[in-house]
Nanobody
């Protein structure tokens, strides 16, 4: 089983930056990588970004391309999400999750962290 713990959320003004971290423990050889998702009140959970452990292959949602950067540190089993030029519509609870395949559907992710709140004020 994989345990994931997010950190780094908070309150920031529009145009500002935040860096989220996801610490993974108990990673197995079947893990393909880690994805970040977010869920705003009254909305469905949506894909934000994903990275593979082995090659560092990334994928981003169109809404965050050019503003967010996902990275990983294999030695520390951590995945980070650098968020720049934040907008009020980025406000949500952000979750990291483990997957065994290069997918973007939340249903295909096995293990989830508890989430961290990101609030962007206008």
């Amino acid at each position: 089983q994989v345990q994931l713990v997010e950190s780094g959320g908070g309150l920031v003004q529009a145009g500002g930056s935040l860096r989220l971290s996801c610490a993974a423990s108990g990673r197995t050889f079947r893990s393909y990588g880690v994805g970040w998702f977010r869920q705003a009140p009254g909305k469905e959970r949506e894909f934000v970004a994903r990275i593979s452990w082995t090659e560092g292959t990334t994928r981003y949602a169109d809404s965050v391309k050019g503003r967010f950067t996902i990275s990983r540190d294999n030695a520390k089993n951590t995945v980070s999400l650098q968020m720049n030029s934040l907008k009020p519509e980025d406000t949500a609870v952000y979750y990291c999750a483990d997957t065994t395949a290069p997918t973007t559907s939340p249903a295909t992710y096995r293990y989830w962290g508890q989430g961290t709140q990101v609030t962007v004020s206008s």
